[in-house]
């Protein structure tokens, strides 16, 4: 099984992505959490992707490209966060092509409400918030680990990655024409991912 998992912001890509991945064995490849753990680990690379990452702008594709490789496996995997624009998905399908796109579809102002409660583990990258609480406020109820707001949650940082994703990754729902599943993205979890079940059939 070889998938795309893709939707606007707060679209609840990394919360249904985890669920897919442990349901059908699959890796599960966020690439915000890959640039995430080069910033946390401090690396030069790391400096390098905050300015970009902070400010809600995309990493150029060249950087993105090569730590994507690095984590891809040939078969089994569900991708979240790539690819975000054409050239991302003209490049993915010379190396490794999908057989399907899950798009959950979300309002745009349930996306400023989902974020402005999002809290991840630095540590597992485990995610809560508006209906998925940790047992004990701040701490992560698989690792134990501190739970934080992430930078690029401003306002602006915000506004900037929704007004990326109408302009770079809504295209691609053209790009994977047959391939695409929509999914209502408006639901619970638990009602999300029944859906996506049913259609993944
Ligand atoms: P990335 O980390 O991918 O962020 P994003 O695309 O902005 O998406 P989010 O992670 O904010 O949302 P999500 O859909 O995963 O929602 P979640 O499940 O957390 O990318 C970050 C940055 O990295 C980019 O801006 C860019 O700079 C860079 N980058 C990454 N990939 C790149 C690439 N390919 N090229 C260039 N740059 C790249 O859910 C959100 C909240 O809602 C949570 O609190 C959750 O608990 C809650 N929730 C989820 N589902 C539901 C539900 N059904 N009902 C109620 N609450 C829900
Ligand atoms: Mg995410």
Same mark, same amino acid.
């Given at each position: 099984?070889? =998938?795309?998992? /893709?939707?606007?912001q707060g679209?609840?890509?990394?919360?249904?992505?985890? =669920?897919?991945?442990? %349901?059908?064995? !699959?890796?599960?490849?966020?690439?915000g959490?890959?640039?995430r753990?080069? *910033?946390i680990?401090?690396?030069?690379?790391?400096?390098?992707?905050?300015?970009?990452i902070d400010?809600?702008?995309?990493?150029?594709?060249? /950087?993105?490209?090569? @730590?994507?490789? &690095? #984590? %891809?496996?040939?078969?089994?995997?569900? %991708?979240?966060?790539?690819?975000? #624009?054409?050239? +991302?998905?003209?490049? /993915?399908?010379? *190396?490794?092509?999908?057989?399907?796109?899950?798009?959950?579809?979300?309002?745009? +102002?349930?996306?400023y409400?989902r974020l402005g409660l999002r809290v991840q583990c630095k540590?597992?990258?485990?995610i809560y918030g508006l #209906?998925?609480?940790p047992?004990?406020e701040g701490?992560c109820? &698989?690792? +134990?680990?501190i739970l934080e707001r992430r930078k690029d949650e401003t306002p602006?940082a915000i506004?900037?990655?929704?007004? =990326?994703?109408?302009?770079?990754? !809504?295209? /691609?729902?053209?790009?994977?024409?047959?391939?695409?599943?929509? @999914? #209502?993205?408006? +639901?619970? *979890?638990?009602? *999300?991912?029944?859906?996506?079940?049913?259609? %993944?059939?």
């Open positions: 099984m070889k =998938l795309i998992i /893709l939707g606007i679209s609840g890509k990394g919360t249904e992505g985890k =669920l897919i991945a442990e %349901l059908y064995g !699959l890796k599960h490849i966020s690439t959490d890959l640039l753990k080069e *910033v680990e401090k690396t030069e690379l790391g400096k390098e992707i905050s300015s970009y400010k809600g702008n995309l990493v150029p594709d060249e /950087l993105i490209n090569k @730590i994507f490789l &690095k #984590n %891809l496996p040939k078969d089994k995997f569900i %991708l979240d966060g790539y690819p975000r #624009n054409l050239s +991302q998905a003209e490049f /993915l399908e010379k *190396v490794n092509p999908v057989e399907k796109v899950i798009f959950l579809e979300l309002p745009e +102002q349930e996306v409400h540590k597992c990258g485990a #209906n998925v609480k047992k004990k701490i109820d &698989k690792c +134990q680990s602006e506004k900037k990655r929704i007004d =990326l994703f109408k302009k770079e990754t !809504l295209p /691609l729902l053209k790009f994977y024409k047959s391939r695409v599943i929509r @999914i #209502n993205g408006n +639901q619970t *979890v638990e009602a *999300v991912f029944e859906d996506i079940k049913k259609l %993944l059939q």
